[in-house]
């Protein structure tokens, strides 16, 4: 039997792949050939070696989150449709009430159209950046190297924060464009989720108002501090979104004292 | 896509994300790109669902990795990740080698720390014979499924990686002892 047969046998007898009468007949062999036996020894070291220096590896828990928020997206609108619609006219009755009081009703149409304009944009930017290669610029846990690198990229300094001892991560930022200008997008993890803020420097006039929304399965949140306009979106559920950025303002808050 | 279907979809198919994303690493040998081919193939995996005919989460495995493999193939040719390197010949890259040394039985520390070397310069055809059967033990017509050839070409590129890895090593250690 040529060496490479000798090779193809030992594998398939020590991969299970032989029939149980041919398994048998191996086994007998190995004991009569020197050849054959030693093969099987080094075919035995070398599979216990690979098994211990080549790992089976686990998937990043950013790729988790990644792939999950590909598929929802991919898998189309009917998936969320139904939750979406009644949520979206709620939170457009709610925006309507809060614009109405602070800039009176003449400017109700405009204003509606343009925070509606804002969250789509919001929305679609988080989406995008779901995308292969589209979520980071910098990809770092650390506030100190994440602020830094929007250094001369923006024409403000973001606050950037780790609530990783809270259980929302900061895994990176990157540069965004939103409603006419560059803004800072800092991306955050819960668990299989990620979490894009947006920020820059507020500006007065209306719209400064929190609200909250639901577009597409996702949450959207927004809120304004005399420095910023803040605006957060993810599929995290809408209590632990609230949580999120209950934490940012308290952190803000806690900056500017 | 009906909600119940993507609900169907990541109860089979998510399930072998570590299965996937083992594949693509070991496949692009390089971090994001994995992530990307991953990524891409559930993407296709779900457009290709209908055609889907298992029940189970065990079903699905096969399944995907088969597609992880081709996007990964794919973005090879993209991408020309592997620029240089010969297209593989099941002739050319099956050649033996006459005889198996004893000692290459003895695997020293440091031929183990050249194993990954030795696996990421095997073409591809090779390595994921080795990481289907070796880290994920997949049978042979499982590996041929995933791979798309027959089962006895599934046995020769998996004894011949096999013999690849075994030399490799053996020559690192039998250069070390020649060191001075």
Same mark, same amino acid.
């Given at each position: 039997?040529?060496?490479?047969?000798?090779?193809?046998?030992?594998?398939?007898?020590? %991969?299970?792949?032989?029939?149980?009468?041919?398994? $048998?007949?191996?086994?007998?062999?190995?004991?009569?050939?020197?050849?054959?036996?030693?093969?099987?020894?080094?075919?035995?070291?070398?599979?216990?070696?690979?098994?211990?220096?080549?790992?089976?590896?686990?998937?990043?828990?950013?790729?988790?989150?990644?792939? $999950?928020? !590909?598929?929802?997206?991919? *898998?189309?609108?009917?998936?969320?449709?139904?939750?979406?619609?009644?949520?979206?006219? @709620?939170?457009?009755?709610?925006?309507?009430?809060?614009?109405?009081?602070?800039?009176?009703?003449?400017?109700?149409?405009?204003?509606?159209?343009?925070?509606?304009?804002?969250?789509?944009?919001?929305?679609?930017?988080? +989406?995008?950046?779901?995308?292969?290669?589209?979520?980071?610029?910098?990809?770092?846990?650390?506030?100190?190297?994440?602020?830094?690198?929007?250094?001369?990229?923006? %024409?403000?300094?973001?606050?950037?924060?780790?609530?990783?001892?809270?259980?929302?991560?900061?895994?990176?930022? @990157?540069?965004?464009?939103?409603?006419?200008?560059?803004?800072?997008?800092?991306?955050?993890?819960?668990?299989?989720?990620?979490?894009?803020?947006?920020?820059?420097?507020?500006?007065?006039?209306?719209?400064?108002?929190?609200?909250?929304?639901?577009?597409?399965?996702?949450?959207?949140?927004?809120?304004?501090?005399?420095?910023?306009?803040?605006?957060?979106?993810?599929?995290?559920?809408?209590?632990?979104? $609230?949580?999120?950025?209950?934490?940012? @303002?308290?952190? %803000?808050?806690?900056?500017?004292? | 896509?009906?909600?119940?279907?993507?609900?169907?979809?990541?109860?089979? +198919?998510?399930?072998?994300?570590? !299965?996937?994303?083992?594949?693509?690493?070991?496949?692009?040998?390089?971090?994001?790109?994995?992530?990307?081919?991953?990524?891409?193939?559930?993407?296709?995996?779900?457009?290709?669902? %209908?055609?889907?005919?298992?029940?189970?989460?065990?079903?699905? $495995?096969?399944?995907?990795?088969?597609?992880?493999?081709?996007?990964?193939?794919?973005?090879? @040719?993209?991408?020309?990740?592997?620029?240089?390197?010969?297209?593989?010949?099941?002739?050319?890259?099956?050649?033996?080698?006459?005889?198996?040394?004893?000692?290459?039985?003895?695997?020293?520390?440091?031929?183990?720390?050249?194993?990954?070397? *030795?696996?990421?310069?095997?073409?591809?055809?090779?390595?994921?014979?080795?990481?289907?059967?070796?880290?994920?033990?997949?049978?042979?017509?499982?590996?041929?499924?995933?791979?798309?050839?027959?089962?006895?070409?599934?046995?020769?590129?998996?004894?011949?990686?096999?013999?690849?890895?075994?030399?490799?090593?053996?020559?690192?250690?039998?250069?070390?002892?020649?060191?001075?």
């Amino acid at each position: 039997m040529s060496h490479s047969k000798l090779e193809l046998q030992v594998d398939a007898y020590l %991969d299970g792949e032989l029939a149980s009468r041919d398994a $048998r007949d191996f086994k007998a062999h190995l004991k009569e050939c020197p050849d054959c036996a030693r093969l099987h020894d080094a075919r035995v070291a070398l599979g216990a070696a690979i098994r211990a220096e080549v790992p089976a590896l686990r998937a990043p828990d950013e790729l988790r989150t990644r792939v $999950r928020a !590909a598929l929802r997206s991919a *898998a189309g609108p009917s998936v969320t449709r139904h939750t979406t619609a009644p949520l979206g006219r @709620r939170w457009l009755a709610l925006a309507a009430s809060v614009v109405l009081v602070a800039v009176g009703s003449w400017r109700l149409a405009s204003n509606r159209a343009a925070g509606e304009a804002l969250s789509e944009q919001v929305l679609t930017s988080h +989406v995008r950046s779901l995308m292969p290669g589209h979520l980071t610029d910098v990809v770092s846990s650390d506030q100190h190297t994440v602020k830094p690198w929007f250094n001369g990229k923006l %024409d403000f300094s973001p606050a950037v924060y780790d609530f990783a001892g809270r259980g929302y991560p900061l895994i990176g930022g @990157r540069l965004d464009y939103l409603g006419g200008r560059p803004v800072a997008a800092l991306v955050y993890g819960r668990r299989q989720h990620l979490i894009n803020v947006f920020l820059w420097p507020a500006t007065q006039g209306p719209g400064r108002e929190p609200g909250e929304t639901m577009r597409q399965g996702y949450h959207l949140l927004h809120w304004t501090t005399p420095e910023y306009t803040y605006w957060v979106v993810s599929d995290l559920g809408m209590a632990e979104l $609230r949580e999120f950025a209950q934490l940012v @303002r308290g952190a %803000d808050s806690a900056a500017t004292r | 896509m009906e909600p119940n279907e993507l609900g169907r979809f990541e109860a089979i +198919v998510l399930p072998h994300l570590d !299965a996937a994303y083992t594949l693509a690493r070991y496949l692009t040998r390089h971090e994001h790109d994995a992530q990307d081919v991953v990524q891409d193939a559930y993407l296709r995996a779900l457009k290709y669902f %209908d055609g889907f005919r298992g029940a189970e989460a065990a079903d699905g $495995r096969a399944w995907l990795l088969a597609i992880v493999r081709n996007t990964a193939f794919t973005w090879r @040719r993209r991408y020309r990740q592997e620029a240089g390197a010969a297209e593989f010949d099941e002739q050319l890259h099956s050649e033996t080698v006459a005889d198996v040394h004893p000692e290459a039985a003895l695997l020293g520390a440091s031929a183990r720390e050249s194993l990954h070397q *030795a696996l990421d310069q095997l073409p591809p055809e090779f390595r994921e014979v080795i990481v289907l059967r070796e880290l994920q033990g997949l049978s042979y017509k499982e590996i041929g499924d995933v791979t798309g050839v027959p089962v006895g070409t599934v046995m020769s590129r998996l004894s011949r990686a096999r013999g690849r890895l075994q030399r490799a090593l053996y020559a690192e250690q039998e250069g070390r002892r020649h060191e001075p």
